[in-house]
């Protein structure tokens, strides 16, 4: 068993790493106190090649693999989960269905705009009385005279673009709802196979749980970074407070939760590599229990680092308070934490 990236991976992480440090972490605190969706940033990403990583090379894809894709997530998230949440979103939920299950023409039709960033397409599962029970889903298709005629709305869609919502965080993330009227889609575009729908929205949502969960592994390493500085440079009872075995005990258990938290991103990550196609029982288990573990370390991280802060952390000065609000919707998102652990008894035999 080798725990080191290879070569190519950890080409990827530092490449990220680097942009994330030089572009997205100066951007951040205006995107979240502006509500702004970094358009630039999207276009440089897609310079970069971060939407095409883990597709093949003859869609304009990058050919790496899904764990490229996740480190480069967790260094995007590291800076601002808001950015790290559209790039997640593109890749894992718009384009992986094209690539998955798409036919050739829909891949050479649709694929080199997704993957080179120039368009982001959404996933729209979730809607205003369905979101857990995804079987409860009303919108509904019918095929007439050579179209489908699309009925429905959806709610909470990442990447669409229309009606925005107030949030709580990610406010660099865009979030809207969707209604279709009698929308006419041409027959040809159908995904996958017909009936097939709701399968294919399960396999989706596993690379896009494995995802959420190294977006969170991204925002609990920038809680104990930013933590670890501020315990070192405030001072309180003539020393800095780093020197308390209190606060010294929190960023302990803070570096141990995100590194475990890592270790089973890259073990899930890795599996869902080799196994994609088929999903197996393990797979969908490491799924679940790495974001499952992931986003809640992220809100411990999150809540410790505010401590760490004092009355300086509630304040929008330090860049904890936005990993505060941010770190709330990893533990709903791509099914909540309730959900996966649903998931993992079920997989216990339960
Ligand atoms: C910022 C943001 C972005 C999003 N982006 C997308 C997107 O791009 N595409 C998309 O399709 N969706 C998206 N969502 C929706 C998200 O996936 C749903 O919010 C989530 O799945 C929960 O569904 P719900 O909000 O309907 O809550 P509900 O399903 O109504 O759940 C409410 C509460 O009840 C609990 N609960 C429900 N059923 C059970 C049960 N059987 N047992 C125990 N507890 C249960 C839940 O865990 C939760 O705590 C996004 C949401 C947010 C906030």
């Known amino acids: 068993m080798d725990f080191a990236l290879s070569q190519e991976q950890a080409a990827v992480r530092d490449l990220c790493r680097d942009f994330a ?30 939407f095409g990583l883990p597709f093949s ?46 036919t050739e023409e ?49 709610q909470f869609i990442t990447n669409c673009g229309t009606d925005s919502y107030r949030k709580l965080g990610w406010h660099s993330s865009d ?20 009936g097939g729908g709701y399968r294919q929205f399960l396999h989706t949502l596993m690379g896009g749980r494995i995802a959420i969960a190294a977006l969170s592994v991204g925002v609990a390493q920038a809680c104990l970074d930013a933590s670890l500085a501020y315990a070192k440079e405030r001072h309180a009872f003539g020393a800095p407070i780093s020197k308390q075995q209190s606060i010294q005990f929190k960023l302990a258990d803070m570096a141990m939760e995100t590194e475990l938290a890592r270790t089973m991103v890259h073990k899930a990550a890795t599996a869902y590599h080799h196994g994609t196609g088929e999903t197996s029982d393990e797979v969908r288990m490491l799924a679940a229990m790495s974001k499952l573990y992931a986003s809640e370390t992220s809100k411990r991280a999150a809540d410790q680092a505010v401590q760490i802060h004092g009355g300086y952390g509630f304040m929008e000065d330090y860049p904890v308070a936005r990993y505060w609000r941010d770190v709330k919707v990893n533990e709903i998102g791509e099914g909540t934490s309730e959900v996966q652990r649903m998931l993992i008894a079920r997989l216990l035999g339960l």
């Open 21 to 50: 440090r030089e572009v997205v972490t100066p951007a951040a605190e205006e995107l979240d106190r502006e509500h702004k969706f970094g358009y630039d940033i999207v276009r440089q990403m897609g310079e970069l090649g971060l």
């Open 57 to 102: 090379e003859q869609y304009g894809g990058a050919g790496a693999d899904f764990l490229s894709l996740c480190l480069a997530i967790e260094e995007i998230s590291r800076a601002d989960a808001g950015v790290g949440i559209t790039l997640e979103a593109a890749v894992c939920l718009g384009a992986a269905p094209i690539h998955d299950f798409g």
């Open 106 to 154: 829909q891949k050479q039709a649709w694929l080199p705009d997704l993957l080179s960033g120039k368009k982001l397409w959404a996933f729209g599962l979730t809607e205003p009385h369905a979101g857990s029970d995804a079987g409860a889903t009303k919108t509904r298709a019918e095929l007439r005279d050579g179209e489908w005629v699309v009925n429905g709305a959806k």
């Open 175 to 194: 979030t809207h709802p969707l209604s279709f009227e009698d929308c006419r889609v041409p027959e040809a575009n159908l995904l996958g196979t017909r």
